[in-house]
């Protein structure tokens, strides 16, 4: 180690950076380790990225942050879900939620019986059986209460948030918990000449910064991991085909929805994100199938408020780096990869990248090659399941404008493939561990975008039919009643963590 103490140099201060920056502030114990990050003003962030999963407010809990004071900083809002509208079909909209559609009865769960009422005609819609979605579409938001028999337990809830203000106020925390903060632009690296680790960056002002290990949280550019070390991105464009993506913020709407809209356009799709002093907006496209004009116009034409700014252009591909951690350098953010925010997932991938890096963190400056293959073993597994969640959505659409005609058409990854007919079957989907998405989240896209079971699972044979229909009415009457005794969300917001005007 360089000193005494083992050198942790991050690079880059977009949300990525901060967060990671601020782990390190809450568990690495100062007297053994040195954390320093960079960034570079004169470069800026991405500066876009406003919806959520829940699994941010375990980040933010491990941290200790106050959740009052953590919304109200960055202009939060609670989110229950995403709206997805003219998916499956040109009028269609179905809400995947952060909750459960009923519960098990006895073997099989909830979802098998819903199916076996559903083929014998006797179900109502399967979002009537989900407390979240219930309240989401009548704009009303509460904490979940404790009491685990009580409808309004079963349901977690993300954020909607200003990213920019989200990696500001973690500078803060951070550096007033002894983050070294360096500004400056990096103009060359330099390696170690046997190992080819990374020794030192070095900036336009001339100052060297050296370390033992370095977090590579540059953005898109990927300084260090792409561009240093070369490691490639594995491109999947060719089943993620959007590149590009307009932003706009709005004014905030009468519509203040607890929930993220994406609504499927020609060319891609557009979302939605009401945050307490705006809305964000943004069209994510594939530019092969329209042009930044006429993307511009689609966006600023389907706004439900006034555009408060010009469209800002961003491009991006498709893909995860081969490896996330190389020699001395951890990758993430979008340094480590990109997968289009249909789902919300690239903070969840920052999160995560930082909790398994904060566990696998060498003790020694020498870095047993054990630890980086274990990194790179979840984070793989991460990425390709989120990858082939995104897919489905693309791949179950009526083929009506040529990019919904190339995706409903072309190839898919043999996991999905997989998982599609085991669905297909009887509507089983496999739990595991690590990684996104559980059951729930796939019941409802499938559902949502028209691919049903052709059968109902054996185990959901046991109770007679009018048992199961009467279960069934009781679950969807106990959750209507329940979400109407519910506050607004813009009254909720306004009690609970009103945001100052910017
Ligand atoms: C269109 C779009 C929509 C998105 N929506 C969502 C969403 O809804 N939800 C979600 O979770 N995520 C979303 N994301 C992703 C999200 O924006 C990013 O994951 C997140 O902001 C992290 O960005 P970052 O910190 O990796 O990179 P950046 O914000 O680009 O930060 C890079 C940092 O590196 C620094 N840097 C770069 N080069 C140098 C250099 N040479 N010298 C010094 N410093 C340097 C920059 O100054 C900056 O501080 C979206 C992304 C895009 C493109």
């Known amino acids: 180690m360089m000193g005494d103490r083992f050198e942790l140099v991050i690079v880059g ?14 568990k690495l114990a100062p007297a053994r380790f040195r954390v320093r990050l960079i960034e570079s003003e004169e470069i800026g962030t991405v500066g876009v990225g406003e919806a959520t999963l829940p699994q941010m407010k375990d980040f933010n809990d491990f941290l200790g942050l106050d959740e009052v004071e953590f919304m109200k900083a960055t202009q939060a809002s609670f989110k229950l879900g995403i709206e997805f509208v003219n998916w499956g079909r040109e009028g269609d909209r179905y809400i995947h939620p952060f909750g459960t559609f009923g519960r098990p009865i ?8 819903w199916i076996r009422a559903n083929r014998a005609g006797t179900a109502a819609p399967l979002f009537d059986y989900c407390f979240p979605i219930v309240a989401a579409l009548q704009n009303r938001f509460m904490l979940p209460v404790g009491d ?3 409808v309004r ?3 977690a809830y993300a954020y909607h948030l200003d990213a920019f203000l989200y990696a500001r106020y973690l500078r803060g ?3 007033a918990r002894g983050i070294e903060r360096i500004e400056g632009r990096i103009v060359d690296v330099e390696q170690h000449s046997e190992s080819g680790d990374i020794a030192a960056v070095k900036l336009a002002s001339g100052t060297r910064v050296g370390g033992d290990m370095f977090v590579d949280c540059s953005g898109f550019r990927s300084l260090l991991l792409g561009g240093t070390l070369g490691v490639d991105l594995e491109d999947w464009s060719p089943w993620l085909p959007c590149d590009s993506a307009q ?6 709407s009468a519509d203040f929805t607890p929930y993220t809209r994406s609504t499927r356009r020609t060319a891609g799709w557009q979302w939605r994100i009401p945050l307490q002093h705006r809305t964000g907006n943004g069209y994510v496209y594939s530019s092969a199938d329209i042009s930044d004009d006429e993307a511009a116009a689609t966006l600023l034409a389907n706004l439900d408020g006034e555009a408060l700014a010009d469209p800002r252009v961003l491009r991006f591909k498709a893909g ?4 996330a951690w190389a020699k001395n350098c951890v990758g993430m953010g979008l340094a480590g990869g990109f997968l289009e925010p249909l789902e919300s997932t690239s903070i969840y991938l920052v999160q995560m990248a930082i909790m398994h890096m904060l566990t696998l963190m060498p003790d020694e400056r020498a870095i047993d090659p054990a630890l980086p293959a274990g990194f790179n073993r979840v984070m793989d597994v991460e990425y390709d399941r989120i990858r082939d969640f995104l897919i489905l959505h693309y791949i179950a659409n009526a083929p009506d404008a040529p990019l919904w005609e190339r995706v ?10 997989g998982k599609i007919e085991r669905f297909r079957h009887r509507g089983y989907i496999e739990a595991y561990r690590d990684g996104l998405f559980g059951p729930p989240s796939w019941q409802a896209v499938f559902v949502g975008q028209g691919i049903e079971p052709r059968a109902a699972d054996r185990l959901a044979d046991v109770l007679p039919a009018a048992t199961v229909d009467e279960r069934l009415a009781n679950l969807a009457a106990t959750i209507a009643d329940a979400a109407a005794t519910l506050p607004l969300h813009a009254d909720f917001i306004a009690r609970y963590c009103p945001a100052p005007a910017p």
């Open 106 to 113: 006895g073997e099989a769960d909830f979802f098998s019986y």
């Open 408 to 417: 409903t058409t072309g190839d898919i990854p043999d996991t999905l493939a």
């Open 247 to 252: 932003a706009v913020p709005s004014a905030r």
């Open 13 to 26: 201060g977009g949300t990525a950076g901060w967060m990671c920056a601020a782990a390190c502030a809450a």
């Open 173 to 175: 925390w951070a550096e």
């Open 320 to 323: 995860k780096r081969e490896k």
């Open 148 to 150: 685990g028999n009580d």
């Open 153 to 155: 337990s079963a349901f």
